[in-house]
């Protein structure tokens, strides 16, 4: 079995992470740590909170179910499939056998008809009080059967195309068939309460090409709005169908809503099957719901889903500080959404925002050691505690210290299944185009216009902006290059007027190929550099790296004469060990100016914001990196007064 190749997709395709090979300070680390800590600690916590026992029973149809929530089976796909990534680029025979005996475990609590859950299965007279009596009729809003199959599908594709065995990936064929079997029209009908299988069925029609696959993705997007049972006049989300993006049909939504995650798998199938269908009116609703997400509904780190009751997106401009949600799932979530709109429409400013979330509110959410994580990613921390916003599963407020592992663990392994893809987000290609978006060092073997380049990156990004770009094609070759232009580079905080730098001004990008500056013609936030490649070619880029001062639209009260304080893509806070103790008594007046320091002793390495000119010294550390010192204050807005 090949991986089919569509008629129809995005016009542009991202460069698969195994063709990029890194060898940079920043993400190398974080990939390795993944590998050799984050990984085997996810499987034995996986074991140990009796995760894989609920498969054993399942086989065996003995005992009870052994954890908390029936989504828990989730945390072992998403775990093998954050290790199929790892071993299609560092293969490792003892891991790969691993989880070719967890495959087995799986396989054997999947029913005769393809059927897996093991919360049902366990004891059918007596499942989980969320299942409902029978298969899928509490689908829509507890059971999360679909939402199972859905990181199903996503591991065992992952798992296939890593190493080419079907073992899982005819586990996944078999559950989907019946999936397939039971929804569509004139079948069972409902719209997914926890989305992600729309995403998963898209994978495997990629793999398989069974048009089957595809038509149900689209038929359960097509679900959404239809339920008669909701009170739509009702302003309570619940009660209205909003918390699970149910409220009116795809195509007439325009808010960003709901549960955060949830939203985000739903809005990645949007882009992903209005790509393959080219399905305008998806097209124009996904577009519409990332304006407004973008525009009122995002922390100036990156995060999304403010709203700790029921883990959502508030109102617009609800963006509060001391009780923000931020869970990590939602910012991986933003992560794939906003890959698919760049492939959609090839604009920078997708990646903008991908960035300002790998750098900022997505690794926020694991700790430097590679086993400890935040579920939710505070916006500021006074006298060690927050408001009491609550985890809807976890009934505990807003974490102010790392934990090794949760009730309700999806953000751990989230993590787990997303840090070792990143590599896969750096280059894109479209036709005679070659689009560099992310800058990571390392060697890339691409294939454009037909032809084999190699490009060999060198930096030292996030900390500095001096770019090296090696174009080896293997024969000289006529491209376009496009290298992003950072909206932080331009001026621009975010794409929006969400949040707007005080000093709008773009900085001047000198570009020179092979020592020489160039003019360049800018598209779509890209310089485009289009020539005869030969080998030995060197593109150098100097993206200028001042710190910049954010200030927030007049709309985000909390955050009126305050600043935020951003270098290059990372976003940064003040944190009680730089600060005697406090940052809550931190202000930031005019005058106060700040300098850029490496600290390689610090934090695994940082560059550090330290003031310059008043008595009380003022440090700044990147926001991803707090809370690995222990409990203390955090702050991220500064008063100006």
């Given at each position: 079995m090949t991986s089919f190749a569509q008629q129809k997709d995005y016009a542009i395709k991202s460069v698969d992470f195994t063709k990029v090979q890194l060898n940079d300070k920043f993400w190398l680390p974080r990939i390795e740590t993944n590998r050799t800590v984050t990984i085997p600690a996810s499987f034995a916590r996986c074991q140990s909170t009796n995760r894989i026992q609920n498969f054993v029973n399942a086989a065996n149809k003995t005992g009870k179910f052994l954890t908390t929530f029936p989504f828990d089976d989730t945390d072992i796909?998403?775990?093998?499939?954050?290790?199929?990534?790892?071993?299609?680029?560092?293969?490792?025979?003892?891991?790969?056998?691993?989880v070719d005996s967890l495959v087995t475990i799986v396989a054997a609590a999947q029913e005769p008809d393809g059927y897996l859950y093991t919360a049902r299965t366990i004891n059918p007279a007596a499942p989980h009080s969320w299942s409902g009596k029978n298969r899928w009729e509490k689908e829509r809003e507890l059971s999360h059967e679909l939402y199972n199959s859905g990181h199903l599908y996503e591991a065992a594709s992952a798992h296939y195309l890593a190493t080419k065995k079907k073992n899982f990936l005819n586990i996944a064929l078999k559950n989907a068939d019946l999936v397939c079997s039971v929804f569509g029209p004139g079948k069972l009908a409902v719209a997914p309460g926890h989305e992600i299988v729309e995403m998963g069925l898209v994978k495997l029609y990629r793999i398989t090409g069974k048009k089957e696959y595809l038509a149900t993705a689209k038929f359960f997007i097509d679900q959404r709005g239809h339920y008669d049972k909701y009170n739509k006049a009702s302003k309570d989300e619940w009660k209205n169908g909003q918390y699970w993006q149910d409220d009116k049909p795809v195509t007439e939504q325009d808010e960003a809503e709901g549960h955060a995650v949830r939203a985000?798998?739903?809005?990645?199938?949007?882009?992903?099957v209005a790509a393959l269908t080219h399905d305008e009116a998806l097209i124009k609703a996904v577009d519409r719901i990332w304006d407004n997400m973008v525009s009122k509904k995002m922390y100036v780190q990156g995060s999304v889903g403010a709203i700790g009751s029921g883990e959502r997106y508030g109102d617009n401009y609800q963006l509060p500080n001391a009780?923000?949600?931020?869970?990590?799932?939602?910012?991986?979530?933003?992560?794939?959404?906003?890959?698919?709109?760049?492939?959609?429409?090839?604009?920078?400013?997708?990646?903008?925002?991908?960035?300002?979330?790998l750098y900022n509110g997505l690794i926020s959410g694991e700790g430097l050691d590679g086993k400890s994580f935040f579920y939710t990613n505070a916006m500021q921390i006074t006298n060690g505690v927050t408001a009491g916003a609550f985890n809807s599963f976890n009934t505990k407020g807003i974490e102010t210290t790392r934990s090794g592992w949760f009730e309700c663990s999806c953000c751990p392994t989230n993590l787990v299944r997303l840090v070792p893809s990143i590599p896969g987000y750096i280059y894109a290609e479209k036709g005679n185009s070659l689009y560099v978006n992310l800058f990571i060092s390392g060697n890339a073997n691409l294939t454009v216009a037909n032809k084999a380049v190699e490009v060999i990156q060198q930096n030292n990004y996030p900390w500095d902006g001096g770019l090296k770009f090696n174009i080896n094609p293997k024969t000289s070759t006529t491209f376009d290059l496009l290298i992003r232009i950072p909206g932080w580079v331009r001026g621009e905080a975010i794409p929006s007027d969400l949040y707007n730098f005080e000093d709008k001004s773009a900085a001047a990008v000198t570009i020179k190929v092979n020592g020489k500056a160039i003019t360049y013609k800018t598209q779509n936030g890209y310089a485009l550099i289009s020539?005869?490649?030969k080998k030995g070619d060197v593109v150098d880029v100097e993206l200028p790296m001042a710190v910049k001062r954010v200030t927030a639209n007049v709309n985000l009260k909390?955050?009126?004469q305050k600043i935020a304080l951003q270098r290059g893509p990372l976003m940064y806070c003040a944190e009680w060990p730089d600060n005697n103790g406090h940052t809550s008594n931190i202000t930031?007046?005019?005058?106060?100016?700040?300098?850029?320091?490496?600290?390689?002793?610090?934090?695994?390495?940082?560059?550090?914001?330290?003031?310059?000119n008043e008595n009380k010294t003022i440090v700044a550390i990147p926001y991803y990196a707090w809370a690995n010192r222990g409990a203390g204050e955090m702050q991220v807005w500064f008063p100006v007064k």
């Open positions: 796909y998403k775990t093998i499939e954050g290790a199929s990534f790892s071993l299609a680029v560092h293969p490792d025979a003892k891991l790969d056998k691993f985000g798998y739903l809005y990645s199938a949007m882009a992903d009780t923000a949600y931020n869970e990590t799932c939602a910012a991986v979530a933003n992560v794939y959404w906003n890959q698919r709109m760049f492939m959609l429409h090839g604009n920078s400013k997708y990646i903008d925002v991908l960035e300002k979330v020539r005869n490649w909390e955050d009126q930031i007046g005019n005058d106060i100016q700040f300098v850029p320091q490496y600290k390689p002793e610090l934090l695994n390495g940082v560059t550090i914001l330290k003031s310059t």
